[in-house]
């Protein structure tokens, strides 16, 4: 392995030892644990933020990668359960790891790319809402797949001041799950 993805694994572990405190992650501890040179964590990486943001990219891939595997899991749901389920699994993940999760949002909003994480996990959802809805046309399934993970993304960054509004606190899981139904019923136009 060399040097830069020695870097990247380092940071990875410190990120998934650390959890929520990514702020106390420093290049020179990073430098330390990947047993390398302070200035060559800048070199490569330009500066931490930089290099959080790309663990941090590819700790998300690792899980939407786990959305693929969802159909074994899933065996027997119907269309509409599968979404429910996957949509729950997601908002599990945003809340569990919420540092690394926000990061991840707000670094595709900021600099969207054709194959960041919200496109990868628009993907994932793309044909699970087309099954649930067979009589729509293919822009209509795609509008309302974008439309799913934006709110989905905005009830996440934003999820104090959705809870207060909706007064229904999304920290707890039955609530998200809950909510989570009701944007799936509102979206597909299902009774």
């Known amino acids: 392995m060399d040097n830069r993805e020695t ?16 702020d106390t992650i420093t290049v020179r501890e990073i430098a330390k644990k990947a047993g390398v040179g302070l200035g060559l964590v800048n070199y490569h990486f330009g500066n931490k933020d930089k ?18 595997g969802i159909r074994e899991k899933t065996e027997g749901f119907t269309p509409f359960e599968k979404l429910e389920y996957l949509g729950n699994m997601t908002f599990d993940f945003l809340f569990e790891h919420y540092a690394v999760s926000r990061i991840s949002v707000l670094a595709d909003m900021e600099n969207p790319k054709p194959d960041d994480n919200t496109h990868r996990t628009y993907a994932a ?23 799913l993970i934006s709110v989905m993304q905005q009830s996440f960054l934003r999820y104090e001041t959705t809870s207060t509004t909706f007064d229904m606190d999304l920290s707890q899981k039955e609530n998200r799950r809950a909510w989570h139904k009701q944007i799936l019923h509102d979206i597909l136009e299902v009774a």
């Open 51 to 68: 290099l959080i943001d790309l663990c941090v990219e590819r700790i998300i891939n690792r899980i939407v990668e786990q959305f693929q």
């Open 7 to 22: 870097i990247i694994q380092t940071t990875i572990a410190l990120i998934e030892e650390k959890g929520e405190e990514l």
């Open 125 to 147: 959802y793309l044909p699970l809402v087309a099954a649930c809805c067979p009589d729509w046309d293919e822009p209509t399934v795609k509008r309302k797949t974008f439309c």
